[in-house]
Structure formats: C-alpha cells, structure tokens
C-alpha cells in the first residue's frame, strides 16, 4: 500500500508539474501575442518620391513603403525620423537613428556602414536648362554645377575618378537638395547632378522642364545602411527579405506607385556597386 501511494505521489507531482509547464508556456505565448514590437527608427531627409510628408502629414514615398513592409515582416514597427543628411553617419553610430534609408548609394561607401543588398538601381545624372549648351558630359568643362553635400555628385566631380568628368570651373555644395532647382532655374550654376528620379519628380512636381544628358555619371544599386559596429545582424535580415518582395512581386508593386516602369530599378544586378 505504500508503494502505491508512493507511485501515485511521484504521478501527482509529474502531473502538476505538467500543468505548471502548460501555464507558463500559455502565458509566454499571451505575453508575445500582446507585446509592442520594437521600433525601428528610419533616418532620411526629405527626398521625393522616396521620403516625403503626403498632404495628411504622413510619411510616404518608396522607401517609406519599402520600410514599412519589409520590417514588418521581421515583426517589427517602424518610425521616420527627419535627420540632416550631412550628419547621418554620425546619427546611426551614436544610435540616434537605427538606420539610414533615403535612396542612399551604396558605391563607394561599401565600408563605411553594414549594408543591405541593394533593393533597387538608380541613375545619377546632369540637367540642365533647356536653353543651355551642354549636351554631353564633356560640355561641362569650365562650367559651374551644383550638387546636394556628402552626396555621390559631389565626390565624382570633386575627385575626379571617372574619365569621363572633366574639370568645372566650380562644384557649389548644398547642404539643401532643393536649392539645387533654384540654382539652375535661376540661372546661378549652368548644371545640377543628383539621382534621376529625384530630378523628374521635382520636375513633375513644380511643372518644370530641364534636360537630363543622356551620359549617366553614375549607375548604382541603393541600399539601408547600418551602423559598423551594430552586431544586430538587421541589414543581412533585410536582405533575405528584400530577395522575397522581389519574388512575390511586392517591390515592383510598390516602386510602381510611385514611378513609371519600376522594371528598371530592379535590375540590380547591373549596379555599379
């Protein structure tokens, strides 16, 4: 008889040790069901059609989307933080911002942050006045042109590297990307560089007609950077999905609310970095 009252007594405490098990687990999974996912903070500065502020007041722009789908499938929110482009570097190392993600080149900085793989391509190009005289890159020499600071543009006439870039008479750095389209239209600088798409939103926008040379100065795959030191493992995360959105065909979707032919800023592959 005490055997079995042994045996029931080692039964009973296996058992409520099983239910014990079955509460927490329950209550761990309640506890995950109903905890606020961590936010993300996106640093960008405002860019159209990437980054900009709708008529509500609300974000909006292809890297707004972009942000909000694929970091929602990692499970987690996201919120834009309006950021000085020329301190970016310094946002996400001091953890300001938890990434940069405002049509940001990738190319030539491949060592400067923890990159994603590019999600899109885009062109860096020269518009000019329609009156203007330049119809290639070689017209550029001895002329004037403006470019955004700390951007591409700025490096690639200020250094040089490409044979193709002759020597200007002046590169005028702005620290605001819309005062470029005043300068040209007000006939202060004889070009501006910057991305493509930047420039023919500006242009639809403000029913202005510049003329974008032929001659890209530069084709580059864009991407989300991350602090070089952040061990998170986030912009590899980004990667695999953004390999997904291209699959389902939810990046064309996206690119395509906003720009005409999004085929062609997916063709990565042909990115210069």
């Not at 750095?173 to 389209?181: P, T």
Request: hydrophobic content about 35%; some cysteine.
């Amino acid at each position: 008889m005490r055997l079995k009252r042994r045996i029931f007594g080692v039964f009973a405490a296996a058992l409520a040790g099983v239910l014990l098990c079955g509460c927490t687990a329950a209550e761990d999974m309640q506890e995950h069901q109903t905890k606020t996912p961590i936010t993300i903070k996106v640093g960008s500065d405002n860019y159209p059609p990437f980054n900009y502020t709708d008529e509500n007041g609300n974000p909006a722009g292809v890297d707004v989307d972009l942000a909000k789908e694929s970091f929602g499938r990692l499970g987690y929110a996201v919120s834009f933080v309006g950021i000085d482009w020329e301190e970016k570097k310094k946002l996400v190392e001091h953890g300001d911002i938890d990434c940069i993600w405002g049509c940001f080149s990738i190319d030539g900085r491949e060592n400067e942050y923890n990159w994603t793989e590019p999600y899109m391509i885009s062109r860096q190009v020269v518009a000019v006045n329609r009156s203007s005289d330049i119809y290639r890159l070689s017209d550029l020499e001895g002329k004037t042109i403006a470019v955004q600071s700390t951007t591409k543009p700025e490096s690639i006439f200020l250094e040089r590297t490409d044979s193709r870039i002759p020597l200007v008479r002046e590169v005028y750095s702005l620290e605001d990307r819309e005062l470029l389209y005043t300068s040209l239209g007000k006939g202060y600088v004889d070009a501006i560089a910057a991305h493509e798409t930047a420039i023919r939103q500006y242009m639809k926008d403000y029913d202005v007609d510049y003329r974008i040379l032929d001659e890209s100065i530069l084709t580059t795959g864009i991407g989300v950077a991350f602090a070089k030191n952040d061990a998170r493992g986030l912009n590899e995360q980004l990667s695999r999905v953004f390999e997904e959105m291209r699959a389902d065909g939810t990046t064309r979707t996206i690119i395509g609310r906003y720009l005409s032919d999004p085929d062609k800023y997916l063709e990565v592959d042909c990115a210069a970095g």
